[in-house]
């Protein structure tokens, strides 16, 4: 058995609570903006939420240092499809 | 090989690093697909001067709370999925069985309430190729686009008009109950008819009808009619298609977490620490998953 990455449950039930907290967020405070301002406090705090998540749960604050190797090129291409489908959808606004 | 040769290993398990392999092409897999919806949603035909290009969450029958309380039911999963580990980490395998039970009664009620939804989708007709578009209001140019969605919603709302008001005629009109004589009125409305000052009366355009559909669907939503939504289909498409992805993937993790469960009552789970630890990352992933699509679509 392995004995790494051991959290305490304290600090899990707090990675926890932020979480519920944060998703809770979203419906109390999104359908009250508009727009633009809607769209980055979504994106905003659902970013927030996924690093908590990622760094608290799946433990990439231990093994973080050891998984660049495959993460680091996985986050790039990610943010490639999405920058890659962008300029259509700008192009078609400004029409 | 010699024996003092230096290993170039990663300084971690190798299921660990097939999980995280494997969650790297899930996570190019689930940003294709969030970019893909995002791309339709923005670049949407605005149907017509006032008209949404795309249905807010209200018209679709998403409840923003419910989405919320999934998520917090999928948090709190994880957390006892977390707990399970330790507690096997700990020598308690009795206790981490426990916990795991609780994981997967916790994943099975998210997928309860989804099925909730779903049905409600399907009651209302609300899936892909099957929803009105047309509302008054469109541009001439994408009304005629939309003519052959437009005649099927038609024939749809007036199946669905007869089968509500079956039984229904000019004698026993008056003692119906009002939503019954609105939507008979709204039949009648729909065909070839004439009155005493006009000996041909024109049914509704496609536009027309879905305008008094959804007013009669504000005002009597128990009767389940069709709504008409711009833009609707390309809007199923995508919730099914990300909701129904990820569903897919929690009942994989819950599969795994089922044969982990089994094992525990047979006071076997000891002996599978590490698959315990590679489903509770990827159950992790699922509920990370989850933080994205549950905002794009409820509340957006």
């Avoid at chain 2, 008094?212 to 390309?234: D, F, M, R, S």
């Amino acid at each position: 058995m392995t004995t790494e990455n051991t959290e305490s449950k304290t600090s899990l039930v707090a990675t926890a609570a932020i979480l519920m907290v944060g998703a809770l967020l979203f419906p109390l405070v999104g359908p009250s903006m508009q727009g633009a301002n809607k769209a980055w406090f979504v994106a905003g705090l659902s970013l927030v939420l996924v690093f908590i998540t990622s760094f608290q749960f799946m433990h990439l604050r231990h093994d973080g240092k050891k998984l660049w190797l495959v993460l680091v090129p996985t986050v790039i291409l990610s943010m490639v499809i999405l920058a890659a489908l962008l300029p259509d959808t700008v192009l078609y606004r400004s029409r | 090989m010699s024996q003092n040769q230096s290993t170039t290993n990663l300084p971690i398990s190798n299921g660990k690093l097939a999980m995280w392999l494997f969650l790297a092409t899930e996570i190019m897999f689930f940003t294709g697909m969030l970019a893909t919806c995002m791309l339709l949603r923005e670049s949407a035909r605005v149907p017509g001067p006032g008209v949404a290009a795309w249905p807010n969450p209200k018209t679709v029958h998403l409840e923003p709370w419910i989405g919320a309380i999934n998520t917090v039911i999928l948090i709190t999963s994880s957390l006892l999925a977390l707990f399970s580990i330790q507690e096997l980490r700990a020598g308690n395998p009795s206790k981490a069985t426990r916990f795991l039970g609780a994981t997967i009664l916790l994943g099975v009620v998210f997928l309860g309430i989804k099925a909730t939804e779903y049905r409600s989708k399907f009651e209302h007709g609300l899936l892909p190729g099957k929803i009105g578009e047309c509302v008054g209001g469109l541009s001439p140019e994408n009304e005629k686009l939309l003519l052959p969605n437009g005649v099927a919603y038609v024939r749809k709302v007036q199946e669905k008009l007869r089968s509500i008001t079956q039984g229904v005629n000019q004698e026993n009109f008056a003692t119906q109950k009002e939503d019954v004589k609105k939507c008979y009125e709204l039949l009648q409305l729909t065909l070839d008819s004439k009155d005493s000052k006009n000996d041909y009366l024109r049914p509704l355009t496609p536009g027309q009808l879905g305008d008094k559909v959804n007013e009669l669907i504000a005002q009597y939503p128990q009767l389940h009619l069709p709504p008409a939504i711009p833009n609707g289909n390309l809007w199923a498409s995508c919730y099914f298609a990300l909701t129904g992805i990820h569903a897919i993937h929690v009942i994989c993790g819950l599969v795994a977490f089922l044969v982990l469960f089994l094992a525990g009552l047979m006071g076997k789970l000891q002996n599978h620490f590490a698959a315990l630890e590679l489903t509770g990352l990827y159950w992790h992933f699922v509920d990370l998953v989850w933080l994205v699509i549950y905002p794009i679509l409820y509340i957006l």
